[in-house]
């Protein structure tokens, strides 16, 4: 993947787009692509980009123009069904200079529109300036894989993949965070785009396809999430769990083989111990064959580590392994380059081991690897949608005294599970038993936990937050016309993907710090094909009874061990608050949770974080901490840091950067490519 960045004079009398700036843009994002750096600039646009080169090595150079010279794309992801989109636009008369994806987004824009998007099969955030027609393209993948920011400032429209790019761009553009955006990540982990944590920046949402041109402005969403409506679905899957099982390998074979072949470099693969994992890594090595390399991460804490399941995969692959050991302290250190990288308060520690994690990729020449991200929420893989289903049993009879031992069932892999004490378990799942037919009743519990943590906030900031209107019901407002028609197990998919998925797990813990080591994440479960069918199949195909992802345990049935394919449920966990209290921790902690920066800062209530401080330091000796105090000081210092990097400070790591394209058309230049 890449990143890049640009601007458009938007408004009559907005100053042309500066060489400087563009160049400030590609520096910026240069750990999303370093190995080529290029710029086009004319009176009335700029492009900037930095280049990962894993397809068409020595032509696939942007920005590109296609043979009008008038039409110029920037472009971070993949389009993995590329080859047989540019026999498609060969035989409708188009013809190709590079054999690159990018040139192939080009010409399918000039043969259907906006429709193109429709066609692509891959992850991709787009730029698209038409120097003829003034007009500026937008375009992000439907899973919301790649990122892309926007603003508009002193009559300019800026984009980037990072908002640290933006503010690179124009140092005089405002840098404050948003009560609203920091509302969202105190309810569901991560803000909803297209809102963000930062005032005037706004994130476009996946899917969408936004078009600016002559001062009006257009969206439509292409590819939109759809489930099984029943009988009268054509789509619906009709076949038992058995013939379901064999499409879903179908389906997963030929979505990771097109992952591992469409790159002109090694693919590489991520091995958590995990069932999803180990499939798709089972699957890539079919295609990489004996080189395969795979990747781990192991933790001190033995509550985390999944080592045994992680070598017993290793054995059966006979892959070239490597792993990483990381401890309290390691997350500790890095956690300001994981906030710097994220652009985003986090509730978990989690990003920074795979931070970790991809630097190790790095280190090993690997530029792309394969993961099972995606796979819990499209199978119903999370304990969440157990929850869910047993609370909504329980509703339908709440006087029942059998029904909610159900709960004992769930979460098994937490120490300190929520369900050990029954008596407290059924007070905290019982609640609100009278909505278990309304939409987000499944998230409810955990999105109350979170909301908790806004006590936390400054009284300024809390109003100003509230006076927004809450979070989630905004959220149930804008579900799709058929979400009522959805079965409930479906409902709650469509909203763990597009809050969790979209804005927490693809951007903190995989496009940000993947990219973040100059590494490309490649997610086989979140092919257009495989969503599709997943989407479309039974629920009960899904979440048997309480066994999660039955049909993709069934799918993997001889390919990964017996061992794996059983085991009982663990989600990728790392240690939290800590990896903070300890007596050595570093020092920016105690500058970051002191009363100076945190009264500076004016988002969190002083004395209320010298309470959880203190609370946290005096249960660090029993490690005996809550659920609600992890997130609690894991979300103020992530903040707090994210404030003293981007809003304190104009977050720019500037260096010179070696031009390969250098378009500037204010100088009256002809495309140079060195």
Known sequence: MCGFGGMVVWREGAPSPTREALLRMASTLRHRGPDEFGLYRSHRAGLAHARLSLVDLHTGQQPMADASGELWLVFNGEVYNHLELRQTLEALGHRFRTHSDTEVILAAWRQWGPSAFERLNGQWAV????????QLVLARDPMGICPLHWCE?????????EVKALFAADPTLPRALDPAGLAQTLTFWCPVAPRSVFQGIRELAPGAVRVFQGGRVTEHTVQPLTYNLGATDPARFSGNVADAAHEVLHALRRATALRVTRADVPVGSYLSGGLDSSLIAALGQEVAGAQFQTFSLRFEDAEYDESGFQRLMVDRLGSQHHEVTV???????????????TERPLLRTAPAPLYLLSGLVHAHGIKAVLTGEGADEMFAGYDLFREGKVRRFWGSQPQSLWRPALLERLYPYLARSPVTQKALSRQFFGRNLAHHREPGFAHGPRW????ALQRLLHP???????????????????VPTAFAQWDTLSQDQYLEIRTLLHGYLLASQGDRVLLGQSVEGRFPFLDKDVVALANHLPARHKLQGLDEKHVLKLAATGLVPNDIVHRRKQPYRAPDALCFVAPDAPAYVDEMLGQASVTQAQVFDPRLVAQLLHKCRGHAHS??????DNMALVAVLSTQLLHTQFVQACPTRIAPVPLVTDVDRTRCTEPHHD
């Open 153 to 161: 400032h002193q009559g300019q429209l800026l984009f980037a993949s």
């Open 448 to 451: 109350q936990t979170t909301a």
């Open 327 to 341: 401890s309290r302290q390691d997350i500790a250190r890095c956690f300001p380059d994981v906030v710097f990288h």
């Open 127 to 134: 730029a698209l300036w038409d120097e003829g027609l003034g």
């Open 623 to 628: 490690q005996q901490l809550s659920n609600t």
């Open 460 to 478: 300024d900031f809390r109003a100003a937050a509230a006076s927004q209107g809450d979070p989630v019901q905004h959220l149930l407002a804008d």
